[in-house]
């Protein structure tokens, strides 16, 4: 099984800052990463696939990039509606795996 | 974008099985281009992928939860559904149904999962 590790658990920041959140893979899983937002009382929501890709509708604040073990989400400048849960996954192969997601908090 | 609706019991005895449903909306589980998935999140954690299915019958489970879990799908009805047998207290969670991008060449394994349903939280308790 591929481990997602993701940091840090809990970040506070405030709005309109820039923020990095990180997911580490236990072994390599080239460009097979997918990002999710979840937000309370809501489904998970996709953002990014093949590490870099933006899905339908999703705003250009949001980046990802990364490749192999090291993949990083990037909001360019934080909105009131992005404080919520990230979750990382990979699909390398078919036992799929979720990271223990990013928690954004307003400081 | 189609709409997943997952349905189901709300409680559930130990020991017994949980069978849960997802009617999608606005795409065709025949759909050559997608698998069909449950993930779940017990309260307050993070999510764990059950299962996913092809409109072939052609399915992949987690590991650990293969020897209880049984996925299948019903075109016809354009639903898909999830059986845990033998559940307990640590079962107890909020089951998402899935859409799951596939490649028909078969070259990849099903990849991300877009959209979600919103979800039904099943307890196990007596």
């Known amino acids: 099984e591929i481990v997602l590790t993701q940091s840090p658990a809990t970040l506070s920041v405030s709005p309109g800052e820039r923020v990095t959140l990180s997911c580490r893979a236990s072994q390599t899983v080239t460009s097979d990463l997918a990002w999710y937002q979840q937000k309370p009382g809501q489904a998970p929501r996709l953002l990014i696939y093949a590490a870099s890709t933006r899905a339908t509708g999703i705003p250009a604040r949001f980046s990802g990039s990364g490749s192999g073990t090291e993949f990083t989400l990037t909001i360019s400048s934080l909105q009131s509606e992005d404080f919520a849960v990230y979750y990382c996954q990979q699909y390398n192969n078919w036992r799929y795996t979720f990271g223990q997601g990013t928690r954004l908090e307003i400081k | 974008q189609p709409q997943l609706q997952a349905s189901g019991p709300g409680l559930v005895q130990p020991s017994e099985t949980l069978s849960l449903t997802c009617t999608v909306s606005?795409?065709?589980?025949?759909?050559?281009?997608?698998?069909w998935g449950w993930i779940r999140q017990p309260p307050g954690k993070g999510l764990e992928w059950i299962a996913s299915i092809y409109y072939s019958g052609s399915a992949y489970h987690n590991p650990s939860l293969k020897s209880r879990v049984t996925i299948s799908a019903d075109t016809s009805k354009n639903r898909f559904s999830l059986e845990l047998n033998s559940v307990t207290a640590a079962d107890t969670a909020l089951y998402f149904c899935?859409?799951?991008?596939?490649?028909?060449?078969?070259?990849?394994?099903?990849?991300?999962?877009?959209?979600w349903g919103q979800g039904v939280l099943v307890t196990v308790s007596s």
């Open positions: 606005g795409d065709s589980t025949s759909n050559i281009d997608y698998f």
């Open positions: 899935a859409r799951q991008r596939y490649d028909s060449s078969g070259y990849y394994y099903p990849r991300w999962f877009d959209p």
